[in-house]
């Protein structure tokens, strides 16, 4: 009987975005049969509650970093400069303090992640999830005696099995001075060298992914003051070559060279298995009319070189300061959603500005879930990071300095582990791709550290799976270009991975 009923809701709530798609009597169809609408808005309705006090958490900061630094299987969180351990999803306790802005991964390859501090230049080895020890101060260009960042990436980009770390340098507005971007080579899992540095524009947000399936990391960097963003394209040996204007990527307008980027985020957000992009703008009105909105890039594959197509907004609806966004499958229907905060409760002319939930109905549109999920009304943040941090089957979210649990029924859902073997892939397999081919769609999420402005979702990688019950067998693809193939794995559980030797 409950197989029956979700595949009847499913069906439900394909027919109603059929209709509202593709026919333009569909809103009145979906209106004369209301059942349809109904289960429209309970599909998209997830109900997050702030849990925060009785979990025992404050996470403030500007950005958020979940991670299992103890191996324990649950896990924890790393905001403000404070380590928040989690207790089996019941609450969390404070591990330790001091570590600045971090994102996570495992430098050294011994299995527990270390923490990388883009906030003040600094590595921390983790031990064995206890204490969290200086491992490597980041050295600065020698012309440089300090800098400014708000967001970094981690990834292996020159490919020998150790990861490295791309920071985005940004601004002192005052003395009107622009800090470097500055990349890290990992020189054993011992310390790290400034391989490569950077001062052209002023970047925010940096976010990683092997975009055009080369095997390799590329770099997308969110840049400000009207200035265009850069696609670094990667060789396979940390070389880069900028391709942002080539591919269409830039983000920006006919009228405009650059927008004011904070945060950009990649995802198959059409479910065709390609990565794409969502550009989040800041965007004022100019006397040259609208500043660059906020807009979507479609990966066009390999028949046109990795090209982008700008769909425009999609139906994420104008604010002034919107900045930083987190894509993830909140309410477990298969497609990628998108939640986006803003810099500003009240912008210019007085208007009210809050972080928005956009739920993705298919065929590139997007819907405001804000209220319905009972999310409105919140302050203006840059934190935005996903992960299940109790193991209930569904996404839950910490922003605005608060841990909103999802207590919606998860429905069907896969998560998986992927362990990377630690000599030719980094253990914690950051850019490593998974994919899950459904009856309807391809399903496909990426290990990555480093989204938004400074924020890191959790490896743990998530799928809904929408009206899926049967087992599903996984495709992945390993950060040194190899690929397993799994047995069909049951769904609503978590499975680990590993890669071979």
Not at 211 to 221: E, G, K, M, P, T
Not at 445 to 474: I, K, M, Y
Request: negative net charge.
């Amino acid at each position: 009987m409950l197989v029956f009923s979700q595949m009847l809701n499913f069906a439900r709530l394909r027919l109603a975005r059929m209709l509202r798609i593709y026919f333009p009597i569909g809103v009145g169809l979906c209106w004369l049969f209301g059942w349809l609408n109904a289960d429209l808005a309970a599909q998209g309705s997830a109900n997050f509650v702030d849990r925060s006090a009785e979990l025992g958490i404050q996470p403030g900061g500007l950005a958020a970093c979940w991670v299992d630094l103890d191996r324990d299987g649950w896990s924890d969180l790393c905001a403000g400069g404070t380590v928040w351990k989690n207790e089996q999803g019941k609450r969390f306790t404070q591990l330790a303090t001091g570590v600045g802005e971090v994102l996570a991964a495992d430098v050294d390859n011994d299995g527990f992640p270390d923490l990388c501090s883009w906030s003040n230049l600094t590595v921390y080895r983790n031990d064995q999830g206890k204490a969290f020890t200086p491992l490597a101060t980041l050295s600065l260009p020698p012309d440089q005696p300090r800098t400014v960042s708000l967001g970094a990436s981690v990834g292996d980009f020159n490919r020998d099995g150790w990861v490295d770390l791309y920071v985005g340098g940004f601004e002192d507005w005052e003395n009107q001075l622009t800090f470097p971007d500055l990349l890290y080579l990992n020189e054993g899992g011992k310390s790290f060298r400034l391989a490569w540095h950077d001062s052209r524009h002023r970047a925010r947000g940096v976010t990683s992914c092997d975009f055009d399936q080369d095997s390799d990391l590329d770099v997308y960097v969110s840049n400000y003051r009207l200035q265009p963003n850069q696609l670094w394209l990667n060789d396979g040996q940390a070389n880069f070559a900028d391709a942002a204007d080539r591919l269409n990527a830039v983000g920006t307008t006919p009228e405009f060279g650059g927008g004011h980027t904070i945060g950009s985020a990649w995802g198959d957000f059409n479910s065709d298995g390609l990565f794409d992009l969502f550009v989040g703008n800041f965007a004022h009105v100019d006397r040259r009319g609208d500043q660059p909105k906020s807009r979507f890039l479609r990966n066009q594959g390999s028949a046109a070189a990795f090209a982008f197509e700008d769909l425009g907004p999609c139906g994420v609806f104008y604010q002034e300061s919107y900045a930083s966004p987190a894509a993830a499958d909140f309410d477990n229907d298969g497609d990628l959603d998108l939640y986006f905060t803003t810099v500003y409760e009240t912008a210019s002319f007085g208007k009210k500005n809050n972080p928005v939930l956009f739920r993705n109905e298919g065929n590139w549109t997007f819907s405001d879930q804000t209220e319905a999920n009972r999310l409105a009304n919140l302050p203006a943040t840059y934190q935005a990071a996903w992960s299940d941090f109790d193991h209930d089957g569904d996404l839950d979210l910490l922003t605005a300095g608060k841990l909103f649990v999802n207590e919606s029924a998860p429905g069907n859902w896969l998560q998986l582990n992927l362990i990377g073997n630690g000599s030719s892939s980094n253990r914690a397999a950051i850019g490593a791709q998974a994919r899950v081919q459904l009856a309807d769609r391809a399903v496909v999420r990426q290990v990555e550290a480093g989204t938004g402005q400074g924020n890191q979702n959790d490896f743990t990688l998530h799928f809904g799976l929408g009206s899926q019950t049967e087992p599903v067998v996984v495709e992945v693809q390993w950060p040194d270009g190899t690929s397993t193939r799994t047995a069909p794995l049951a769904v609503r559980q978590i499975h680990a991975i590993e890669q071979p030797k």
